[in-house]
């Protein structure tokens, strides 16, 4: 990662994009540096920390065993051993005859995406989630998950590589968001009423070819900027414990996912 980013000797946003981009990155800010967000992730490291029996790598000098019985892990397995097995589904039911139609219709698209999705597994995630920081957060959507391949094609005698774009995936997804890379409205109290959250931000680390393959094209790429975005930025883990040493970060890029229910 480049301590000095030259995105901006290709790029150069207009004073409106400006404002709007450094409007995001200070959102975040604030939510990251918010005194709740603060304390609940100090928390969330020792309950994860407690569920894994982490223990720090001991020092030569230090030849006693420090092992001892995962007292959290057995509490978190066992609830959810019980709570698998009566895992809720909404039930959709009309509120009068005339939307018996309307609710046939929803089920079976509740009971579709349930399946695509794989509801069932993505479910224990949240929960396990849920039992171990206290809270949890799933997301479902569509996703078209596309790569570029290249093949060879026969123009006449002469063999033509062409180059094209295929969909690995194109259906709907439910996957489990980590709460370390989750920012909501700082003075919110929930999602909903009067206190419900403004604003949020899923964060993401991408392959700057995997960010290409996304997000270029029609609906994304509107502005056309997708070709100046460069490798760098925040890449590093939240997590309490860090990757092995080795891994190459210098094609990663930060992907701010910005959410406003009332914008601007």
């Known amino acids: ?17 400006l404002k709007l981009i450094e409007r995001v990155y200070q959102r975040k800010r604030t939510m990251e540096d918010a005194e709740d967000r603060t304390k609940a992730m100090k928390m969330l490291d020792q309950a994860e920390k407690q569920w ?25 397995e ?28 929803m089920k079976y698209i509740v009971d579709y995406t349930w399946e695509i999705a794989d509801g069932d ?10 039992l171990t920081g206290g809270t949890a957060i799933g997301q479902e959507y569509f996703l078209q998950d596309q790569r570029k391949i290249k093949r060879v094609e026969m123009k006449g005698k002469k063999e033509e590589e062409i180059e094209e774009n295929i969909l690995d995936y194109n ?18 109290r929930g999602f909903d009423g009067p206190y419900a959250a403004r604003d949020c931000i899923r964060r993401y680390l991408m392959d700057i070819e995997d960010f290409k393959a ?4 029609e609906i994304w790429d509107q502005l056309g900027n997708v070709d100046k975005v460069k490798p760098g930025g925040d890449v590093n883990y939240y997590e309490f414990f860090k990757p092995p040493s080795g891994f190459d970060h210098s094609k990663d890029v ?5 959410w406003s229910k009332k914008p601007e």
């Not at 597994?121 to 849920?130: E, F, G, I, R, T």
């Not at 259906?171 to 919110?188: I, S, T």
């Not at 996304?214 to 094209?217: C, E, L, R, T």
Request: net charge negative; proline share 6%.
């Open 1 to 17: 990662m480049s301590d000095n980013p030259t995105i901006r000797t290709d790029y150069q946003p207009s004073d409106k994009d």
């Open 121 to 130: 597994s993505q479910s224990y995630n949240v929960l396990k989630d849920m």
């Open 171 to 188: 259906d709907c997804m439910m996957e489990v968001v980590k709460l370390q890379d989750f920012f909501v409205d700082e003075k919110a």
């Open 52 to 76: 894994e029996a982490y223990r720090e790598t001991k020092r030569t000098s230090e030849w006693q065993s420090n092992h001892f019985v995962p007292l959290t892990t057995s509490i978190v």
């Open 78 to 105: 066992a609830a959810l051993s019980e709570m698998v097995d009566q895992i809720e589904r909404p039930l959709i039911l009309p509120r009068s005859d005339e939307d018996n139609p309307k609710s046939q219709v």
């Open 254 to 258: 930060e992907v701010l996912w910005y």
């Open 214 to 217: 996304f997000f270029k094209g």
